[in-house]
């Protein structure tokens, strides 16, 4: 190595931390042009996109030299910029222990244990430190070059995250201007900072994304990723923004072994939070919301374990309840009138009630304005409180932080949160008390505007490659055809409802509805032109159905609201929006929307909580008179309860049994219910549905007399285990699944009752028929067999012959015996299709004249066949020869 003492000769050194970023090198630029006889140590990066920058494209800006070639005997000043730390210095260790030097500092991160003490300190809480020397140069007239202008403008751009940290200040944007007007090229910072992300790097975010960990800490969640390579992961720094951004993270870890160091980077959105200072105590460092550290001699999980411990002594719980709160809480016992709720509320001009029972002393739910309006307006304004409140409120206590407040008004979308205090109600805590307090503090601004981007996130989320991947070619295109002619139409369009749900679910997708935000009937009679399809419409409800050339349908409707002019009555149609369309629906699963424009196309789109109780499984009603209103619904929640093994939510169970109780189903059609009953009975297996419509009392919406008891769960077993043992046939055969079931519910029923339900229910005459008089000739024709069991075949197949698919399914539900069941199903499969070979040509052949004797042949061919004595055409003329001859049937010779 040269020796010092005879090297290069420097009154003034600058230079920045190890691992320089793009802040660090815009610094030294710009300090060099305050010292302009100053040397500058570069300290060297590990991006390999600022390295090759650097060499390639600006290092003839900077007066450079090796710190091993310089000899500091003669060196007076010290400029340290982007950094005042000692471990993050490298090549001047032996000069910061000279005596008489005076160091200069030029920094934007707050004040370490670890920092060099320095004679001359600019200090300023800026987004970049760029932006503190851009600022003295502008007030000395020092004019940049365009090129220099450029280094210094990407420090900005780069250091503030394209002015998207939460550290950016106004003086950031102000000098980023300034620079600009001295000819900073934008399309170089562009190509530097926004980096698309390589295909090797794709992995290493999945694997961070794979490996993430949330934990609680004081209120916060903290999201720590762990993962290890062999190799130098190129950009790291980048893949980490990506993730926070992606996943619209507060506080998060990513904590990566290469090689045999651990590095450590962090980002942070959180004002009460310093990542800087946390990553300090590895020797690392940063800013409050971005911060690296390199540890060695330490195992990845020893890291983890540190880091929590450090978040814990760093975090302190934000106590904001007792500031938030109004007090005293204006409350209403459960049993207490809408009425006097709504009372209530117009004398204290409040918009949600808190319902407490005085008597247990308990907090019960809360009860809304725009619920009670809606009660007032079906006349139910003398029914109690408890029976419309939201119970599934939940509550905090005094001592409850922002973001557990934060969760329970915004995320679980409640309109007020009492706090609670050892069992008393000390005040409550509503959407707008929460809204005040975010606007009156410092970090407001920025803080609203996480709330307002983690919503937008949790409504809109791009699902294009999960179409890809579960439609099949011909539904995608469509799907896409349809969004081209919207745009054609300047009109919006979504796929809605259950196609988006099954998709989510990964279930068969069948029916395609499509919600257009204009006139719906007027695009579908524009695509339907362009595809050569039919298409019917029904202008009352602003709705049309596209019949494709190989039948299939597409169902299509304005974007509308509805309203109901008295319970159980159909609605009142009116054009809206999508929100609004999606806000008429049954349940939140039933909402979500995606987009088929093709600026947005895949697109998913979800305003009320659709995708949270799909991952609960949890059936949620709209609104809480949703029952009130259209009763079918109940048979509706029961249904999709059952098909996906969902749960129905304590509030929405709370409703249907309230809707029962004040008699919801008093003006609904009877085939409004048939419908839904059909619905229910044709699942693959309806009798879980049918134990909870029990448990509702539902069979008494059916007829007041109707039971359903063990017995009868015993014969729906049976149904059933026979409906799946002809699913197992796979006979290409259309039967009406739904019967055998309705057959099985009416079984212990009297005549004069099944009469009267077949009334309610509006039954078709071809299906009184059947659950009447076919179901009662099945349930004899079996009594008949069981008696004279065991039977030949003969007698079984004419039992039977004449009984369709789903009596003779309803026959081997009935019976008990395990024989008969078997001789049922073995007509069913393996003679009931017998039929004589031979025709009627063949008996005039033989010298049979026409007539009632030809059924009569034919039926004994059929018996004699049925007995196995027949296996050919031949054999059947050589019999009907000799039946004919023996009973004098012959007309002539042949």
């Known amino acids: 190595m040269p020796d010092k003492k005879s090297g290069i000769q420097a009154n003034t050194i600058i230079t920045s931390h190890v691992n320089a970023d793009y802040d660090a090198i815009a610094a030294m630029l710009a300090a060099q042009k305050l010292y302009p006889d100053a040397l500058i140590i570069f300290p060297g990066s590990q991006e390999k996109s600022l390295r090759d920058f650097f060499i390639s494209s600006m290092s003839y800006l900077f007066n450079m030299a090796d710190p091993a070639s310089i000899d500091f005997s003669e060196t007076r000043t010290l400029v340290l910029v982007d950094t005042r730390q000692k471990n993050r210095l490298t090549g001047v260790q032996d000069l910061l222990d000279k005596n008489n030097l005076a160091i200069h500092v030029y920094d934007h991160h707050p004040v370490g244990p670890d920092d060099v003490t320095a004679t001359m300190e600019i200090f300023k809480p800026y987004g970049a430190t760029i932006t503190i020397l851009s600022e003295i140069l502008q007030k000395k007239n020092i004019i940049p070059t365009p090129e220099e202008a450029t280094v210094m403008a990407l420090g900005i751009y780069e250091d503030t995250g394209l002015f998207t940290h939460s550290s950016t200040t106004r003086q950031d944007f102000i000098q980023a201007g300034y620079l600009l007007s001295c000819g900073a090229s934008l399309n170089t910072i ?427 499984k949890t059936i949620r009603t709209l609104h809480n008179l949703s029952f009130v209103e259209d009763p079918t619904r109940i048979f509706r929640a029961i249904k999709f309860s059952n098909r996906f093994g969902f749960q129905i939510g304590k509030v929405t169970s709370n409703l249907i049994q309230n809707a029962i109780k004040v008699d919801c189903f008093k003006n609904l059609s009877g085939l409004r219910v048939l419908s839904e009953l059909k619905q229910i009975f044709s699942e693959e297996n309806p009798i879980p549905a049918i134990h909870a419509m029990e448990t509702y009392g539902l069979e008494k919406v059916i007829h007041p007399q109707l039971e359903i008891n063990p017995h009868t769960y015993q014969m729906f077993e049976s149904a059933n285990k026979a409906l799946a043992w002809h699913d197992l046939l796979y006979v290409d055969e259309t039967y009406p699944r739904w019967a055998v079931y309705f057959m099985v519910l009416l079984n212990r029923c009297s005549f004069t009752v099944c009469e009267q339900i077949c009334a309610r229910l509006m039954m078709p005459v071809s299906e009184n028929r059947l659950l009447l008089e076919n179901r009662y000739k ?54 009931r299709h017998i039929k004589p070979l031979i025709r009627g040509r063949d008996l005039l052949t033989i010298g049979i004249k026409p007539g009632p004797v030809f059924t009569r042949i034919f039926r004994e061919v059929l018996n004699a066949k049925l007995d196995g004595d027949l296996d050919t055409r031949q054999k059947e003329i050589a019999f009907a020869t000799e039946y004919a001859r023996t009973n004098g049937l012959l007309e002539y010779l042949p």
């Open 190 to 616: 562009v190509s530097l900072v926004v980096r698309e992300i390589k295909a090797e790097q794709v992995t290493w975010l999945n694997e961070l994304l794979n490996e993430m960990t949330v934990h609680k800490i004081n209120g916060i969640d903290v999201h720590i990723s762990t993962i290890s390579s062999s190799a130098y992961i190129s950009d790291l720094a980048s893949i980490v923004q990506k993730i926070v951004r992606m996943e619209s993270l507060d506080l998060y870890f990513a904590i990566v072994l290469m090689g045999n160091k651990i590095n450590i980077i962090a980002r942070n959105r959180i004002p009460e939070v310093d990542v800087g200072k946390i990553l300090s105590d590895f020797g690392g460092g940063g800013h409050a919301y971005a911060a690296s550290a390199k540890v060695e001699n330490h195992t990845l999980a020893q890291v983890e374990l540190m880091v929590i411990d450090q978040v814990k002594e760093a975090t302190t719980r934000i106590q904001v309840a007792k500031t938030l709160m109004s007090s005293p809480a204006i409350t209403i016992e459960p049993n207490a009138s809408c009425e006097k709720a709504g009372s209530i509320m117009t004398r204290y001009n409040i918009n949600t009630l808190v319902v407490v029972d005085e008597h247990k002393n308990t907090y019960e739910g809360y009860i809304t304005r725009q619920v009670l309006e809606k009660i007032f307006f079906h006349k139910l304004k003398d029914r109690p409180v408890e029976e419309y409140m939201n119970s599934e409120a939940t509550y905090v206590s005094s001592d409850a932080d922002i973001a557990e407040i934060e969760y329970k008004i915004i995320e679980e979308k409640q309109r007020i949160v009492p706090v609670i205090d050892n069992g008393s109600i000390t005040g409550v805590i509503t959407r707008t008390d929460l809204l005040n307090y975010l606007v009156a503090h410092d970090k407001a601004v920025k803080h609203t505007d996480q709330l307002i981007f983690k919503r937008q996130n949790t409504k809109k989320r791009r699902i294009h490659n999960i179409m890809e991947q579960r439609l099949d070619a011909y539904t995608l295109d469509l799907l896409k055809s349809i969004g081209r002619t919207g745009d054609e139409l300047n009109l919006r369009l979504y796929v809605v409802g259950g196609f988006v749900r099954d998709l989510l679910l990964q279930r068969r997708v069948d029916d395609i509805d499509i919600v257009v935000e204009g006139d719906g009937i007027a695009f579908a009679k524009h695509f339907a032109e362009k595809r050569n399809c039919r298409v019917n419409t029904h202008k009352k409800f602003g709705t049309a159905v596209i019949i494709f050339p190989d039948n299939v349908k597409v169902d299509v409707a304005s974007a509308r609201l509805e309203y109901y002019n008295f319970p159980a009555a159909l609605p009142i149609v009116e054009k809206s929006s999508i929100k609004r369309d999606l806000a008429r629906r049954d349940f939140t699963i039933n909402t979500l929307a995606l987009s088929l424009n093709p600026d947005s196309f895949g697109t998913m789109i979800d305003y009320f909580g659709a995708n949270r109780d799909l991952k609960d």
């Open 778 to 831: 099945a349930e004899n024709r079996l009594g008949f067999i069981e008696s004279d069991f065991p039977i030949s075949r003969q007698k079984l197949y004419w039992a039977l012959i004449n009984f369709k698919t789903e009596c003779i399914i309803y026959m081997m539900a009935l019976t008990k015996n395990e024989a008969v069941r078997k001789a049922i199903s073995n007509f069913y499969t393996d003679y």
